[in-house]
């Protein structure tokens, strides 16, 4: 296979910065055609260094994932509005866990105002932004903290976790499959996230809707664990499907500016 272009390299290296790119952005960016950047794009596919999206392409997962600066740049705003939603379904006075992840990390800045609330995680993100905060009481599962992205996992982190029983679960996926699957990564952060779901009463799992685009080779759980799943727009058929069959609600926080989503949405239990 031949080289890379230059323009190539460069669409390659932005990707790696943010995490995906736009073809309308590459377009005005370079000072060529749309025509001509959805052909870089499916030439960066085919090599399997981007994958495919709706309007560009992402970088590609394989069986690794995305470093942590580039997962936190992508989707912001989505993540934002998923988060605002999310926080919208914890009332005060509650206890929840929140696990590891860029999208957990939006939730938890949804709650700093909040009164009343026991947060336990193994995100020490999630403790420095919760830790200003008079009114949530903050407690961190122990074991090694992961450098590339503040996680802490390992054997001491689900036995912490078990020791609690909390009204919430905020967890994340690195991939979902369309039969309802939750997917990640590594096994020891999946070991955590399975003990966060054991041990709340209400799961709910935070994900923007790139996250159909990939794959992940560890099962987390699936949707008939959740009690809500909240994302940012309208998921496949099946997966829609596989929430009405388990009886979890959807919620979509779309862009104000773009249509509702009017598909079958669960009642509040």
Do not use: W
Not at 83 to 106: K, V
């Amino acid at each position: 296979m031949s080289e890379l272009s230059t323009r190539q390299d460069a669409i390659l290296e932005l990707a790696r910065q943010s995490g995906r790119v736009a073809v309308d952005d590459l377009a005005a960016r370079f000072e060529v055609s749309p025509q001509t950047i959805r052909k870089d794009l499916n030439d960066l596919c085919e090599r399997r260094l981007l994958a495919r999206m709706h309007g560009g392409a992402m970088l590609s997962s394989g069986v690794e994932n995305v470093a942590y600066a580039a997962r936190r740049a992508l989707a912001r705003e989505e993540k934002r509005r998923i988060a605002e939603r999310c926080a919208s379904l914890i009332p005060d006075g509650t206890s929840l866990f929140i696990n590891i992840g860029t999208t957990t990390e939006e939730v938890a800045r949804a709650l700093v105002d909040r009164q009343n609330l026991l947060v336990v995680t193994n995100n020490i993100h999630v403790v420095s932004i919760l830790l200003p905060s008079p009114g949530v009481e903050v407690v961190v599962a122990g074991g090694p903290v992961r450098r590339a992205d503040g996680g802490i996992v390992g054997e001491s982190t689900v036995d912490l976790v078990s020791e609690f029983k909390l009204d919430f679960a905020v967890i994340g996926a690195s991939a979902l499959d369309e039969d309802g699957s939750l997917l990640d990564f590594d096994y020891r952060e999946v070991r955590v996230a399975r003990a966060i779901l054991g041990n709340a009463r209400r799961a709910i799992l935070v994900a923007d809707a790139s996250k159909f685009e990939r794959s992940a080779p560890v099962r987390i759980g699936h949707v008939r664990q959740l009690h809500a799943f909240v994302t940012d727009r309208p998921p496949p058929e099946r997966f829609v499907a596989a929430c009405a069959v388990a009886g979890t609600r959807l919620e979509v926080a779309e862009d104000p500016n773009e249509s509702r989503f009017d598909g079958n949405e669960s009642p509040e239990a």
